[in-house]
């Protein structure tokens, strides 16, 4: 009995919240059975504005089955050089995106925005930055040989308070810190 009025509750304030007009989820499914519901897709990073390469979509079905789109997982603040980090992380393991067209894509999406290549620790990463050393976009490789167009690993978008040099986020981008 406790289920039954406890379904018909929820069911009554579902209705009365339609009525009001507050949106209502609505399950979209597709041949597989399941797919992303518009609004669960961010175009642009929350933390930056920066635009976000659609790559980042999880189409898997873990990530279908949770509407998880493409939520970024937040890290931990972090002090690097006397300045504030923060960061948003985007995995695009199984994406099959490969780097020379990731890098592209943020070549023509960041205009202003200078571009430094490292290969360190067997990747390749590639960070896009502006000119003020506040925010950044690090492009980061599966494990290949130097020059070698592997997928993509992840991307990180970065927000630092008050801005790194470019002598800094050249060296980060070499997994290395350089505060001068």
């Known amino acids: 009995m406790q289920f039954s009025s406890t379904f018909a509750s929820l069911v009554g304030v579902g209705f009365s919240l339609t009525a009001l007009g507050a949106p209502r989820p609505v399950a979209s499914f597709t041949d597989s059975g399941h797919s992303l519901a518009a609004d669960s897709i961010l175009t642009a990073d929350p933390l930056t504005g920066l635009p976000l390469s659609p790559a980042t979509v999880c189409r898997t079905d873990v990530c279908l089955q949770f509407r998880t789109g493409n939520a970024p997982v ?6 690097v050089c006397k300045s504030k980090m923060q960061a948003d992380f985007y995995s695009l393991l199984y994406r099959n995106a490969k780097m020379d067209a990731t890098v592209a894509w943020y070549a023509s999406h960041l205009p202003g925005f200078k571009k430094t290549h490292a290969y360190a620790n067997g990747r390749s990463d590639d960070t896009f930055y502006n000119p003020a050393g506040t925010m950044f976009v690090l492009v980061m490789g599966n494990p290949g040989k130097v020059g070698e167009n592997t997928d993509t690993y992840a991307v990180t978008y970065y927000r ?6 470019e002598k800094s986020i050249i060296a980060l981008n070499n997994q290395k810190v350089d505060c001068s």
Request: glycine share 8%; aromatic share 0%.
């Open 74 to 79: 937040k890290i931990p603040e972090a002090q």
């Open 160 to 165: 630092v308070q008050p801005g790194l040099h």
